[in-house]
């Protein structure tokens, strides 16, 4: 069963707008959510975290926010630049904190 | 700091063979996961191991198994290879058990069963 879900494979966007990137969940027990980023060839690298007292956390043009009642949470990236490129995954985490789960990935291509 | 590495980069076995991985974490990471990343997936965590011992496991049969050693280092060994067990292999790392956000992803290893 998968519990953390990106339904779009893929996104193209313009360099210098915004991407948005979207993740929903299913188990309400997840109190801590984790963006990762990942190059061709590349372990996954850590981007941004949230957790289920905040609903947004910002760090740079990176923004994540969570909306619990709808158990989803986005990644916007403002303004987007062509080395943002990568496969971006979500991962969610319930109080256990050992145990991430992922979704599929979403695939960034920012245009130059 | 040198990183996380994983050996080999890539592997073919056959079907019923046995494959040993080896990930060596960053000096000072007491805490190791490892992840299986199907095509097309996300990573599927496999277990985890926090000094020398195991802490928490995933959907995974008995013959996924790991050991870690006090040098930082850490192996994943699956026994009687099924062709569903072609992936990426990754294992991450951290200094301790929450510290997720400094979790450091190996490059992987990709195994390939025919």
């Known amino acids: 069963d998968q519990q953390v879900k990106q339904n779009s494979p893929s996104l193209s966007v313009q360099e210098g707008r915004i991407s948005i990137l979207n993740c929903d969940y299913t188990n309400s027990m997840f109190d801590y959510f984790l963006w990762y980023k990942k190059y061709p060839a590349e372990g996954p690298t850590f981007l941004i975290s949230?957790?289920?007292?905040?609903d947004k956390n910002e760090d740079g043009r990176f923004t994540v926010f969570l909306n619990k009642s709808a158990k989803h949470l986005s990644l916007h990236i403002v303004p987007s630049q062509p080395g943002d490129s990568a496969v971006y995954f979500c991962a969610a985490s319930a109080n256990t904190g050992n145990q991430f789960y992922f979704g599929t990935g979403t695939s960034l291509t920012v245009i130059p | 700091e040198t990183g996380v590495t994983q050996s080999p980069t890539h592997l073919i076995k056959t079907r019923g063979q046995q494959v040993t991985l080896r990930c060596s974490s960053q000096?000072?990471?007491?805490?190791v996961s490892w992840y299986q990343q199907a095509l097309g997936q996300g990573p599927q965590f496999i277990f985890q191991y926090y000094r020398e011992e195991e802490n928490g496991r995933g959907n995974f049969p008995p013959r996924f198994s790991g050991l870690q050693f006090p040098n930082y280092s850490s192996e994943l060994n699956v026994n009687a290879l099924e062709l569903d067990d072609s992936a990426l292999y990754l294992c991450?790392?951290?200094?301790?058990?929450?510290?997720?956000?400094?979790?450091?992803f190996g490059p992987g290893t990709r195994l390939t069963v025919l």
């Open positions: 991450a790392s951290s200094p301790e058990l929450w510290g997720v956000d400094e979790q450091f």
């Open positions: 949230i957790s289920s007292i905040k």
């Open positions: 000096s000072g990471h007491n805490t």
